[in-house]
T-cell receptor, first 115, second 111 residues
Framework: NAGVTQTPKFRILKIGQSMTLQCTQD?????MYWYRQDPGMGLKLIYY???????DKGEVPNGYNVSRSTTEDFPLRLELAAPSQTSVYFC??????????????FGEGSWLTVV | DQQVKQNSPSLSVQEGRISILNCDYT??????FLWYKKYPAEGPTFLIS?????DKNEDGRFTVFLNKSAKHLSLHIVPSQPGDSAVYFC??????????FGAGTRLTVKP
């Protein structure tokens, strides 16, 4: 039962460096999401994808890029890391977004610190 | 623009008692509400949800109440157990892919 797997779990970046957070799901879900959670705040949507080849901006997309070349994978790219991007990042997926009982499945989180 | 608010950052209850976690929202267009539970170093997991056309949904020890006129929902856990100790996030959805989360309430259930 792998579910949603994201790597790395922890990473320290220097200002200006770039990196990619990897996310893969094995549930054949169409929808995938990237959230960030800052201390004392709720999760905020960075980007989402409704299917392979389709991505769209969420609430806080600046400083990030995504791609969705396959149904399973949804990597998040930070091009020029800034201290404001220090956060916990959660990848998530869902089958669809309609109807009662539909849920989003989250990965375990990636702790990113930019120094 | 905090559309979903959980005003209590923490809550402590005794084992066996009722835990009541509260959530307020400002956007009357939200049509679906969810509660997630999060343990340390893990991702949030879905707990229970309610559609805006209902005022109550129950699943075992967990019940969610929705008061649309007050834009308020609450999660009741009864009886509370030490394993319920976690951070609980309230979330509200409007249409496709627009879900907003509260900041979370840390519940501690004392044996």
């Amino acid at each position: 039962n792998a579910g949603v797997t994201q790597t790395p779990k922890f990473r320290i970046l220097k200002i200006g460096q770039s990196m990619t957070l990897q996310c893969t799901q094995d549930m054949n879900h169409n929808y995938m999401y990237w959230y960030r959670q800052d201390p004392g705040m709720g999760l905020k949507l960075i980007y989402y994808s409704v299917g392979a080849g389709i991505t769209d901006k969420g609430e806080v997309p600046n400083g990030y890029n995504v791609s969705r070349s396959t149904t399973e994978d949804f990597p998040l790219r930070l091009e020029l890391a800034a201290p404001s991007q220090t956060s916990v990042y959660f990848c998530a997926s869902s089958y669809s977004w309609e109807g009662a009982g539909n849920t989003i499945y989250f990965g375990e989180g990636s702790w990113l610190t930019v120094v | 623009d905090q559309q979903v608010k959980q005003n209590s950052p923490s809550l402590s209850v005794q084992e066996g008692r009722i835990s009541i976690l509260n959530c307020d929202y400002t956007n009357s267009m939200f049509d679906y509400f969810l509660w997630y539970k999060k343990y340390p170093a893990e991702g949030p997991t879905f707990l229970i949800s309610i559609s805006s056309i209902k005022d109550k949904n129950e699943d075992g020890r967990f019940t969610v109440f929705l008061n649309k006129s007050a834009k308020h929902l609450s999660l009741h856990i009864v009886p509370s157990q030490p394993g319920d100790s976690a951070v609980y996030f309230c979330a509200a959805k409007k249409g496709d892919n627009d879900m907003r989360f509260g900041a979370g309430t840390r519940l501690t259930v004392k044996p």
